[in-house]
């Protein structure tokens, strides 16, 4: 296997019930996308706690190609990394299968991903429902663990990031917000989007499993919906709030996001000529 040294940046997706504070962003367990072109569960979690590491071996690995993910091919099964938590403790990883998305996804691979601890290998998403390993999907750049940090994504030509399927990050990108087809601005908008971070300030104003539409100024996701519209998304947060609807904001208790009076207008949601990247939509 060819050797290579690359920096990574590595989220975990924590394992845990529905019942746990929605506040818990990095780490609450989130309901599969419906994957319905355009109509998603939308939830809390961006994708877990931060690590950040060297790798040892590998193969195929380039954080900046134009034409796949920073990792493809079953190549790199069997290969082991370090990795350095966010508290400075370094964590021995393990890629154990490989498995080759379908349709749009084709072009996506989806890693099963271990932890060293002192009994063994533990999964690094967690598992399912069916108690299997969830696998996560590899990303170009990173993200913050920190919720307080408002920049949360950042480019990068040596740092790639395993996004967890089933939490934020991967459902973006499985909706076909690729960095290497370009759509960047989408995947970190449809982050904001899902979260329901309209200050762009790292907190979600949401709810795990509601329903939503969403659509984008590129034509990947198409409107198939007739709902009502909620928000206009960029990669820093809402760019306008639909007054004349009820937002997602209001389904939790506690105080609405900062930001929500000088966001609201009656207009918002109709059209992305004012600069909106992602529009999303709620049912009536």
Not at 145 to 167: G, I, Q, V
Not at 249 to 258: R, S
């Amino acid at each position: 296997m060819k050797s290579s040294l690359l920096s990574i940046t590595i989220l975990l997706g924590a394992c845990v019930t529905p019942g746990d504070e929605a506040g818990d962003e990095l780490g609450q367990a989130q309901q599969e996308s419906t994957s319905l072109n355009g109509t998603s569960l939308n939830g809390t979690s961006l994708n877990g706690t931060s690590l950040n590491g060297t790798s040892l071996t590998g193969t195929a690995i380039s954080a900046t190609s134009t034409t796949g993910p920073p990792l493809s091919g079953s190549g790199v099964v069997g290969s082991t990394w370090n990795g350095t938590a966010s508290n400075g403790t370094t964590i021995k990883l393990r890629i154990d299968t490989a498995l080759q998305g379908t349709g749009t996804n084709a072009d996506l691979w989806f890693y099963g991903v271990s932890y060293q601890t002192a009994t063994g290998w533990s999964p690094l998403c967690g598992l399912d429902t069916a108690n299997v390993p969830i696998k996560a999907v590899t990303v170009a750049g990173k993200w913050s663990a920190t919720a307080a940090d408002t920049a949360y994504y950042s480019s990068s030509s040596t740092s790639f990031t395993f996004a967890c399927r089933a939490k934020t990050i991967a459902k973006c990108v499985e909706l076909g917000y690729k960095t290497f087809q370009g759509r960047t601005t989408q995947l970190t908008s449809c982050v904001r989007l899902l979260r329901g971070d309209y200050c762009g300030s790292g907190t979600a104003y949401t709810v795990d499993g509601t329903l939503l539409n969403l659509y984008d100024n590129v034509g990947v996701q198409a409107d198939t919906q007739v709902w009502s519209p909620e928000a206009e998304w960029t990669p820093t947060g809402a760019r306008c709030i639909n007054s004349n609807n009820n937002a997602r904001y209001n389904l939790q208790a506690g105080a609405d996001p900062k930001c929500v009076g000088k966001l609201k207008t009656t207009t918002c949601g109709t059209t992305f000529a004012n600069g909106a990247i992602l529009i999303d939509e709620l049912p009536q």
